[in-house]
C-alpha cells in the first residue's frame, strides 16, 4: 500500500512540475478562467494562503455546495489530517492529527471559533453538532498545536464563518432535500444590506430517522448577523444561533452482533438494559451569541474586540443513569495590531491581546428508570476559568521570507462543589501551573509559486470537565494536562493562471500525559487516566488541478481533480500503560495509517455538473492492545445537479446523489477499549442511500 502511496506522490510531483512550466495556451477562443486567489483570516489579517507557514486547509463555499448538506462529516473528511465521525445521526466526533481515543463522544482537543468568538468552552467541550451545515459559508482547519493564537489545544484550530461576506446583493433562498431513511432537511436564508447595515438570517430545520433502531435525530436552528459598517474599515457585528438537537443513541455491538443484524440497537444483558428500553438519546437546546468590533485608530493601529456568552440545557438518559447538565459561560476576547511603516525590503506588523472564559456547570445524575428521570445520584457544581494572554510579531524580509514568532500565557483553573449527598458548603479549588506556547515559522518564497515552510509549536491541552467529573460520578483533580512539541515542514506550489496547487506537509508530534478512557467493568462507566506518551509522526499531501480549464464552449465545461492523502505511523510511546499492561510500540488506537480521498468535478454546458468522491481508510485499531481492528473499507459518493438561471440575480438548483455506492459494511465511529464490558465496538454506518433535493435564490 505504501508503494502505490509513493507512487501517487512522484504522479504528483511530475504533473505538477509539467503544469507549471506549461505554457497558456492563446489560440482558444475562451480565455481559462483563473482560480480566485485563496486567502486565509485565522492569523489575525487576511493573508494569502500560499505564504502561510503553518498547515491549513480552506474549505470554500464551492467545496461545501458539492458535498452532502446534512453532515459536516463528508466535507471534514476530504481534508488531510482530518478525521471526523458521526457514530449515529448527530453525534459528532472530531480529531486533528490525532487520536479519538480521549473522545468517547463530543469534540475534545481541538479549539473551534465561530466568527471572532470560541464556541468551545472554558471546560473544553464544544457543541459542533449544534450547528446546521448551511449556516457556515467558510471554514478553516489549522493543523497542529497553535496555542500561541488560540488558547490551550494540542490537536488544531476549526475557525467558522457564518457569512460570505463577499455575496454583495441582497437575497432570500431556501432549499429542500429528502433521501433514505426519512431524511429531511429545509433550510431557508435573507440577506438584506441596506447602507451601512447588513442583516443575515438563517433557519433550518432536519430529521432522519437514521438505519439502525433508536437513532431518530431531530434539529431545528435558527442564526442572525447583524453588521454595520459605520467607517470605512470599521465593522461592528451582532451575531448567534439557538439550536435544539435531538438524538437517539442505539449503542454498540459486538462482532457477532454487527455482522448477523448491524440495524439492532444495543440489546440487553443479564446486569444492564438496552438502549430502547433505557430510551438512550442526547437532547440538547443551545443559545449563542455575542459582539464583534473592528475598529482603526489610523492606517498602522487597529483593534477587534469580541464578547460572548453561551446556555445550555443537556440532557442524556443513559443506559445506567440519566444526567441533567446545565452549563453558563462567558467572556470576551480582544486584540491590537500595529503595522509598521512599509520599507522597500522590509515590513512588519504586531498583535497582543487576551482571550478570557468562564463555564459555570451544574451537572446531576439521577437514576434512569426506562427513560424517566429518577431519584438523585449525585449533584455537583464545577466552575472553570481559562484566560491566556497573546503576542506575536510577523516580518516580510527581502518580499521572500516571511517570518513569524507568537508566545501565549496560558491559565486554566478549576473550583467544584458536591451538593448531593455530601452537602459540602465550600468549593475546592484546583489550579494548574500557567503554561507558555510558544510558535516559531518562517516560509521562504523560492519563487512566486513555489513556498517552503517549517514550524515549531508547543500543544498543551487541560483536562475537559467532562473528564474531570466523568460518567463514574467521581471528580478528579489528579488529571494533568496533556503537551507536547510538533516539529514540521512544507511547501505549497502553484502553476501561473492558479488553476493547479498543490500542499504537502510533514510533521512529528511528541505527546506526553496523553488522557484517555477507562471503564469500570462492574457498571460500565467511565473514568480517565494520563496513560504515558505518543509518538506521532505523518505525511499530508493535498492536491487540485483543473485537468480540463473551465471555459464557455466545450461539451466539458471544466474538470477539476482533488487528491488528499494522509499517512500516518502513530505509535504508543515506551512510557505508555494502564493499571495492567504496557502498549509501547503499539498503534495509536482509533487512528487509521492511511487515508486518500480522490475526487472529481465535472461540469458540462446548461450548468450541468457532475462530483465523484472515493474514499479509502486502512484499517483501526480498536483497542490499545491492537488485538482488533476495524477493517478497511472504500466509500463512494456521487452528486449530480443542474443549476438555472432566471436572471441576473436569481436562480434554480436540482441535484441528486447517493452514499456508498460500493455498499460497504462499516462503522463510521468506533467505541475504542470495549474489551472488558463486552467488546461492544461498532456503530453501523448506512449501507448504499440516496437523496434529492433543490435549492432557489431570488
Known amino acids: 500500500m505504501v508503494k502505490i502511496y509513493t507512487t501517487l506522490f512522484f504522479i504528483f510531483a511530475i504533473a505538477t512540475s509539467v503544469a507549471g512550466q506549461t505554457k497558456k495556451d492563446t489560440s482558444k477562443k475562451d480565455t481559462p478562467r483563473h482560480l480566485q486567489a485563496v486567502t486565509i483570516k485565522a492569523y489575525l489579517s487576511e493573508q494569502p494562503v500560499l505564504s502561510v507557514p503553518a498547515s491549513v486547509s480552506v474549505i470554500s463555499q464551492q467545496q461545501l455546495n458539492v458535498q452532502p448538506d446534512n453532515s459536516f462529516i463528508s466535507v471534514l473528511n476530504s481534508e488531510p489530517g482530518v478525521r471526523a465521525e458521526e457514530r449515529s445521526p448527530g453525534s459528532y466526533r472530531l480529531s486533528i492529527r490525532g487520536s479519538l481515543l480521549r473522545s468517547p463522544f463530543g469534540v475534545r482537543d481541538v479549539k473551534i471559533y465561530y466568527d471572532e468568538i470560541p464556541l468551545t468552552d472554558a471546560g473544553g467541550n464544544t457543541y459542533l453538532n449544534a450547528i446546521d451545515f448551511n449556516s457556515i459559508h467558510n471554514i478553516e482547519v489549522l493543523k497542529g498545536p497553535d496555542g500561541s493564537l488560540f488558547g490551550a489545544n494540542s490537536g488544531g484550530v476549526v475557525l467558522l464563518s457564518p457569512v460570505n461576506h463577499n455575496a454583495g446583493d441582497n437575497f432570500v433562498s431556501a432549499g429542500l432535500n429528502g433521501g433514505s431513511y426519512g431524511l429531511l432537511h429545509e433550510n431557508t436564508a435573507l440577506q438584506n444590506k441596506s447602507g451601512n447595515y447588513q442583516l443575515n438570517l438563517n433557519q433550518a430545520y432536519e430529521s ?244 517552503w515552510r517549517a514550524s515549531v509549536s508547543r500543544g498543551y491541552s487541560t483536562p475537559t470537565t467532562a473528564e474531570i467529573r466523568p460518567t463514574d460520578h467521581a471528580i478528579n483533580p489528579n488529571l494533568e494536562a496533556e503537551d507536547g512539541w510538533n516539529y514540521e515542514t512544507g511547501f505549497r506550489l502553484r502553476n501561473t493562471d492558479e488553476t493547479m496547487y498543490l500542499d504537502a506537509s510533514v510533521f512529528y508530534y511528541h505527546l506526553n500525559n496523553a488522557i484517555v478512557p477507562r471503564f469500570n467493568v462492574t457498571d460500565e462507566t467511565t473514568y480517565y487516566i494520563n496513560a504515558g506518551g505518543t509518538n506521532q509522526p505523518g505525511l499530508e499531501i493535498y492536491f487540485t488541478d483543473w485537468l480540463i480549464r473551465q471555459n464557455n464552449s466545450d461539451f466539458i465545461r471544466g474538470l477539476q481533480f482533488n487528491e488528499s492523502i494522509t499517512l500516518d505511523h502513530f505509535k504508543f510511546s515506551s512510557d505508555y500503560h494502564d493499571a495492567t499492561s504496557n502498549y509501547a510500540g503499539n498503534q495509536l488506537t482509533g487512528v487509521p495509517e492511511q487515508v486518500v480521498v480522490t475526487s ?99
Open 208 to 451: 432522519y430517522g437514521g438505519y439502525r433502531q433508536h437513532s431518530y435525530m431531530q434539529r431545528n436552528y435558527i442564526q442572525a448577523v447583524n453588521s454595520w459598517t459605520y467607517n470605512k474599515n470599521d465593522q461592528f457585528r451582532l451575531l448567534g444561533f439557538y439550536s435544539d438537537l435531538g438524538y437517539e443513541t442505539p449503542g454498540g455491538l459486538t462482532l457477532a452482533q454487527f455482522e448477523a443484524d448491524p440495524q439492532e440497537a444495543r440489546i440487553p444483558t443479564k446486569t444492564t438494559p438496552g438502549a430502547i428500553q433505557q430510551k438512550a438519546g442526547i437532547y440538547q437546546k443551545v443559545l449563542f451569541g455575542g459582539a464583534v468590533n473592528e475598529y482603526h485608530f489610523n492606517d498602522h493601529f487597529r483593534n477587534v474586540l469580541s464578547v460572548f456568552g453561551t446556555y445550555v440545557d443537556f440532557a442524556n438518559p443513559f443506559i445506567t443513569d440519566y444526567e441533567n447538565r446545565y452549563e453558563g459561560t462567558y467572556g470576551f476576547r480582544t486584540y491590537f495590531e500595529y503595522t509598521g511603516t512599509e520599507r522597500k525590503d522590509y515590513k512588519w506588523k504586531t498583535n497582543f491581546g487576551v482571550e478570557w472564559q468562564q463555564t459555570n456547570s451544574d451537572i446531576n445524575n439521577y437514576g434512569n428508570r426506562n427513560g424517566v428521570r429518577d431519584t438523585a445520584q449525585t449533584l455537583d457544581k464545577i466552575n472553570t476559568n481559562q484566560h491566556f494572554f497573546f503576542g506575536r510579531y510577523v516580518a516580510d524580509i527581502a518580499k521572500r521570507f516571511h517570518l513569524e514568532a507568537a508566545l501565549s500565557l496560558n491559565f486554566y483553573d478549576y473550583k467544584f462543589l458536591n451538593v448531593y449527598p455530601n452537602a459540602e458548603t465550600a468549593y475546592t479549588d484546583r489550579y494548574f501551573t500557567p503554561q507558555l506556547m510558544p510558535r516559531i515559522a518562517l516560509a521562504y518564497q523560492i519563487t512566486n509559486d513555489f513556498v
Open 600 to 698: 472529481f468535478q465535472i461540469k458540462f454546458p446548461q450548468y450541468l455538473y457532475l462530483y465523484i468522491e472515493h474514499n479509502y481508510t486502512a484499517r483501526v485499531p480498536l483497542n490499545d492492545g491492537n488485538t482488533v481492528y476495524a477493517p478497511h473499507y472504500n466509500l463512494l459518493a456521487a452528486k449530480v445537479g443542474w443549476q438555472h438561471k432566471i436572471n441576473r440575480k436569481s436562480r434554480f438548483e436540482l441535484y441528486a446523489g447517493a452514499e456508498n455506492l460500493l455498499n460497504q459494511k462499516y462503522s463510521l465511529g468506533d467505541d475504542l477499549n470495549t474489551n472488558l464490558i463486552g467488546s461492544r465496538y461498532y456503530n453501523a454506518a448506512p449501507p448504499r442511500n440516496y437523496y434529492v433535493g433543490f435549492n432557489v435564490v431570488f
